[in-house]
């Protein structure tokens, strides 16, 4: 008897583990398209929880195009007006995704080096004002520390 249940107990605890966990899942928000990422997250649901451990590589993808849009164009915005709005939010939206990518085991890597990129882009690789990245850097704070 003491032999069946510690069986039983033992399969008990092979399929919890093996059923992955719930922080692995990604937000449905976060898969809704770029405008999620513009609006610093909606219904609750944070920037960077849409990076979670052992993301499913089709959400990854997913998750990725959209913060891409959503980087491409605030820095465009900010590039044309450098310390406004769009500047914080780009810089929010970086650094609530390198808080969520934080402790993923390396899997969001490359997309936050290309991330980065796209929000330091400059044309012809001129230098970005000094308000751009002073501001960056407030919005970069905020989002890593509440995104």
């Known amino acids: 008897m003491r032999r069946a249940s510690a069986l039983v107990a033992?399969?008990?605890?092979?399929?919890?583990?093996?059923?992955?966990?719930?922080?692995?899942?990604?937000?449905?928000?976060?898969?809704?398209?770029?405008?999620?990422?513009?609006?610093?997250?909606?219904?609750?649901?944070?920037?960077s929880e849409c990076l979670p451990p052992n993301q499913?590589?089709?959400?990854?993808?997913?998750?990725?195009?959209?913060?891409l849009r959503a980087t491409t164009k605030l820095n465009a915005e900010a590039r044309a007006r450098p310390?406004?709005?769009?500047?914080?939010?780009?810089g929010y939206l970086l650094g609530a995704a390198e808080r969520g990518a934080e402790g993923?085991?390396?899997?969001?890597?490359?997309?936050?080096?290309?991330?980065?990129a796209a929000a330091r882009y400059s044309p012809d690789n001129r230098p970005l004002p000094a308000t751009f990245y002073r501001t960056y850097r407030s919005g970069y704070a905020a989002g890593h520390e509440n995104g």
């Open 10 to 47: 033992l399969v008990c605890l092979i399929v919890v583990a093996g059923c992955g966990n719930a922080s692995d899942s990604t937000p449905t928000a976060c898969l809704e398209g770029s405008s999620f990422y513009l609006h610093k997250g909606q219904d609750g649901v944070l920037i």
């Open 56 to 67: 499913k590589p089709g959400d990854l993808a997913t998750v990725g195009l959209a913060m």
């Open 83 to 90: 310390g406004g709005a769009a500047n914080l939010q780009l």
């Open 104 to 116: 993923t085991e390396g899997i969001h890597e490359e997309l936050i080096r290309r991330l980065t």
